[in-house]
């Protein structure tokens, strides 16, 4: 069936047939399955690489799987799945195609764009990017004065912040402690001012990473930087060319801003933001890990990408998430989704799948032009879990919402802990699993009366149980386990907007405040009378001017 001229998805036989089936579900308890199927702890599981997937503790059967599986045939996922490999434009309100899965493919795979094969050109810049990783790490490139580099600043937001910010916490044992990095993101000066305060100039390098080089936050900034530079080092402007890189797609723009195009490292049109640090945008975290540990990065997000595009339906792990996604969202009235990693070092993992997820899925128009009928994207949210578990997991355990939950958790800490904070991993994980298990069963009020609990605190201290997770589970947290656990992400993002319909690639949900925001500057800063301007916002804007004293 073509994507976009396909019968609406929520008149198609399998999407009623879900519709049915939920009705007939009624109130099925976890409980239930799991005594009427000893089996199913070890049986509801797969395995896709180093990551381990139980989701026996989701509210669904072998049918609801199967019909799952059937609305995705009929949606056409794996079709376009395949043009998505291929190289086709499938992102079709820019006419891009949609490529991160060649920025992680072998030397030898030809894919082409326009009749062009792109995987040389990406392997020139991982190579580049590598040369000159190692050249900042042994300290032959040196700053304006001499000095050896210590310090890189990385100026990008969204896609090219997100993604070097959260895997540099993720992989921070694997990183040169010698090096500082910094990740500046906020067009607020107090983001540069913090990230720069201690440095010294003469050994700090700045990496501008920007897609369209063009973000308005993004140029702020890194023209702050070049000045603040400047001034520190009391240096002329060719002084810029040992402390500046750009990661770009728009040699011109880049020029235009006083970087040599010689410290450019590029990427294309075809990698979309929010799907690119493994590109060029990764150049900081390459810096920081060294460039054979960003290649086993790499290597982990093509075991997956190999596993979705070979993987039967049945076995498919991005597939599964995804179409679980669609059964809470769609079928469940779920509006969220918790991501609770159980690892210290993903603390920032949640914030960038936030990106990756909601700018993708976040439309309520289809690939036909058409407002969809159906729930899309989900609110994404969470934080690392034990601290979760103190602050917002009453409302999970007890509350009166359902949130669908991934638990992401790993069998060993971190090698470079000392044994006595490794001996602490053991009590991490048993409040791990023991979430888990307490948001499936719950505790019913006859287990809390056995308690000695008095009957009018019975209620309160009863779990109905019943909400649904999905545990993953890995050895450890290395490179590669980090390129698994996105690129499954980013196939699961892609199966549900394949399902909803929707351009997953596209975000032009951002343009309009940041068209607003240009036309309101000039109203903060000169008072000038800004056509159009509304009521409430006029008032506020003179609210803010008097508050300055303008
Ligand atoms: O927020 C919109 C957006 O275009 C994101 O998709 C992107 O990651 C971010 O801005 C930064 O864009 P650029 O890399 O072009 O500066």
């Given at each position: 069936?073509?994507?976009?001229?396909?019968?609406?998805?929520?008149?198609?036989?399998?999407?009623t047939?879900?519709?049915?089936?939920?009705?007939?579900?009624?109130?099925?308890q976890?409980?239930?399955?799991?005594?009427?199927?000893?089996?199913?702890?070890?049986?509801?599981?797969?395995?896709?690489?180093?990551?381990?997937?139980?989701?026996?503790?989701?509210?669904?059967?072998?049918?609801?799987?199967?019909?799952?599986?059937?609305?995705?045939?009929?949606?056409?996922?794996?079709?376009?799945?395949?043009?998505?490999?291929?190289?086709?434009?499938?992102?079709?309100?820019?006419?891009?195609?949609?490529?991160?899965?060649?920025?992680?493919?072998?030397?030898?795979?030809?894919?082409?764009?326009?009749?062009?094969?792109?995987?040389?050109?990406?392997?020139?810049?991982?190579?580049?990017?590598?040369?000159?990783?190692?050249?900042?790490?042994?300290?032959?490139?040196?700053?304006?004065?001499?000095?050896?580099?210590?310090?890189?600043?990385?100026?990008?937001?969204?896609?090219?912040?997100?993604?070097?910010?959260?895997?540099?916490?993720?992989?921070?044992?694997?990183?040169?402690?010698?090096?500082?990095?910094?990740?500046?993101?906020?067009?607020?000066?107090?983001?540069?001012?913090?990230?720069?305060?201690?440095?010294?100039?003469?050994?700090?390098?700045?990496?501008?990473?920007?897609?369209?080089?063009?973000?308005?936050?993004?140029?702020?900034?890194?023209?702050?930087?070049?000045?603040?530079?400047?001034?520190?080092?009391?240096?002329d402007?060719e002084?810029?060319?040992?402390?500046?890189?750009?990661?770009?797609?728009?040699?011109?723009?880049?020029?235009?801003f006083?970087?040599?195009?010689?410290?450019?490292?590029?990427?294309?049109?075809?990698?979309?933001?929010?799907?690119?640090y493994?590109?060029?945008?990764?150049?900081?975290?390459?810096?920081?890990?060294?460039?054979?540990?960003?290649?086993?990065?790499?290597?982990?997000?093509?075991?997956?990408?190999?596993?979705?595009?070979?993987?039967?339906?049945?076995?498919?792990?991005?597939?599964?998430?995804?179409?679980?996604?669609?059964?809470?969202?769609?079928?469940?009235?779920?509006?969220?989704?918790?991501?609770?990693?159980?690892s210290?070092?993903?603390?920032?993992?949640?914030a960038?799948?936030?990106?990756?997820?909601?700018?993708?899925?976040?439309?309520?128009?289809?690939?036909?032009?058409?407002?969809?009928?159906?729930?899309?994207?989900?609110?994404?949210?969470?934080?690392?879990?034990?601290?979760?578990?103190?602050?917002y997991?009453?409302?999970?355990?007890?509350?009166?919402?359902?949130?669908?939950?991934?638990?992401?958790?790993?069998?060993?800490?971190?090698?470079?802990?000392?044994?006595?904070?490794?001996?602490?991993?053991?009590?991490?994980?048993?409040?791990?699993?023991?979430?888990?298990?307490?948001?499936?069963?719950?505790?019913?009020?006859?287990?809390?009366?056995?308690?000695?609990?008095?009957?009018?605190?019975?209620?309160?201290?009863?779990?109905?149980?019943?909400?649904?997770?999905?545990?993953?589970?890995?050895?450890?947290?290395?490179?590669?386990?980090?390129?698994?656990?996105?690129?499954?992400?980013?196939?699961?993002?892609?199966?549900?907007?394949?399902i909803w319909?929707?351009?997953s690639?596209?975000?032009?949900?951002?343009?309009?405040?940041?068209?607003?925001?240009?036309?309101?500057?000039?109203?903060?800063?000169?008072?000038?009378?800004?056509?159009?301007?509304?009521?409430?916002?006029?008032?506020?804007?003179?609210?803010?001017?008097?508050l300055?004293?303008?």
């Amino acid at each position: 069936m073509n994507a976009d001229s396909r019968t609406r998805l929520n008149q198609t036989p399998e999407w009623t047939a879900l519709a049915r089936h939920r009705e007939e579900l009624g109130d099925l308890q976890l409980r239930e399955l799991f005594a009427a199927d000893p089996g199913r702890g070890a049986g509801y599981t797969l395995e896709v690489g180093d990551l381990h997937i139980d989701y026996s503790k989701h509210l669904v059967t072998d049918d609801t799987l199967r019909l799952l599986r059937e609305l995705a045939a009929a949606t056409g996922v794996f079709g376009l799945r395949d043009a998505m490999f291929r190289g086709e434009k499938i992102n079709i309100t820019e006419g891009r195609a949609v490529l991160h899965t060649a920025l992680r493919a072998s030397r030898d795979t030809v894919i082409e764009v326009d009749g062009e094969n792109v995987v040389p050109a990406v392997h020139a810049v991982l190579d580049r990017m590598a040369a000159f990783s190692e050249k900042i790490r042994s300290g032959e490139w040196t700053g304006h004065t001499g000095k050896r580099i210590k310090n890189i600043v990385n100026i990008g937001i969204g896609g090219s912040d997100l993604g070097p910010a959260m895997a540099y916490e993720v992989l921070r044992s694997y990183t040169d402690r010698d090096l500082t990095l910094r990740f500046v993101s906020n067009v607020d000066g107090a983001d540069l001012h913090e990230a720069v305060r201690d440095l010294d100039a003469a050994e700090t390098l700045f990496v501008i990473a920007s897609k369209t080089f063009t973000t308005i936050e993004t140029i702020t900034n890194a023209t702050s930087a070049r000045d603040w530079l400047l001034t520190e080092l009391k240096a002329d402007p060719e002084a810029v060319a040992r402390h500046f890189v750009a990661l770009s797609t728009n040699a011109e723009k880049v020029s235009d801003f006083g970087i040599d195009t010689a410290n450019m490292f590029e990427f294309w049109d075809w990698v979309g933001g929010r799907y690119s640090y493994d590109s060029a945008i990764g150049l900081s975290l390459m810096i920081a890990i060294g460039p054979d540990r960003f290649r086993e990065m790499l290597d982990g997000f093509r075991l997956v990408d190999e596993h979705f595009r070979t993987a039967p339906a049945e076995s498919n792990v991005p597939l599964l998430l995804g179409l679980l996604g669609v059964w809470y969202g769609n079928f469940h009235d779920a509006q969220s989704h918790a991501v609770l990693p159980y690892s210290h070092y993903l603390s920032k993992f949640t914030a960038y799948l936030q990106q990756l997820d909601m700018e993708s899925n976040g439309k309520y128009v289809g690939r036909d032009g058409q407002p969809v009928e159906w729930q899309t994207g989900p609110v994404v949210w969470g934080t690392p879990g034990t601290n979760g578990q103190h602050a917002y997991y009453q409302l999970i355990h007890q509350g009166t919402k359902l949130i669908p939950a991934d638990f992401i958790g790993f069998a060993e800490p971190v090698a470079e802990l000392s044994d006595g904070l490794k001996a602490q991993h053991d009590l991490l994980m048993a409040n791990f699993f023991a979430q888990t298990q307490a948001l499936a069963f719950g505790k019913t009020p006859d287990e809390v009366r056995a308690e000695g609990v008095p009957e009018e605190l019975v209620a309160h201290k009863t779990f109905q149980g019943n909400h649904p997770t999905t545990t993953i589970l890995a050895k450890d947290l290395t490179p590669s386990v980090l390129g698994q656990l996105i690129a499954l992400y980013e196939h699961k993002v892609f199966v549900q907007g394949a399902i909803w319909n929707i351009d997953s690639f596209d975000q032009w949900g951002v343009e309009l405040g940041k068209v607003l925001a240009k036309r309101v500057e000039p109203a903060l800063t000169e008072g000038a009378q800004v056509p159009g301007l509304d009521a409430s916002t006029t008032s506020l804007v003179a609210k803010y001017r008097e508050l300055r004293g303008r």
